[in-house]
Nanobody, 117 residues
Framework: VQLQASGGGLVQAGGSLRLSCAASGRTDSLYAIAWFRQALGKEREFVAGISWSPSNTYYADSLKGRFTVSGDNGKNTVYLQMNSLKPEDEAVYYC???????????WGKGTQVTVSS
């Protein structure tokens, strides 16, 4: 499985961005795709995720209400809609995928999100 994140860029505080994660390869075996982020000098953290069997979405508690994860039925593309962005949301955002309800098996290259105050 290959993953490619895109959609990052520069946005003013309070603005919105939508990130996309394009998955290719044996996506039919995937259990879930998730978004993580890593800010400069900080550890990588979980942002949001989506699973298909069962169908569910997951969020970091601190981001509920501002971020929304969604995906297509074919597990080919997962989106992360980010609203009311804050300077502390600035980070490199990565998408990752797992074949089981456990550790991430596949990682894509990240996309930079920069939030100006």
């Amino acid at each position: 499985v290959q993953l490619q994140a895109s959609g990052g860029g520069l946005v003013q505080a309070g603005g919105s961005l939508r990130l996309s994660c394009a998955a290719s390869g044996r996506t039919d075996s995937l259990y879930a795709i998730a978004w993580f982020r890593q800010a400069l000098g900080k550890e990588r953290e979980f942002v949001a995720g989506i699973s298909w069997s069962p169908s569910n979405t997951y969020y970091a508690d601190s981001l509920k209400g501002r971020f929304t994860v969604s995906g297509d039925n074919g597990k080919n593309t997962v989106y992360l809609q980010m609203n009311s962005l804050k300077p502390e949301d600035e980070a490199v955002y990565y998408c990752a995928a797992t074949n089981t309800n456990g550790r991430m098996d596949y990682w894509g290259k990240g996309t930079q999100v920069t939030v100006s105050s």
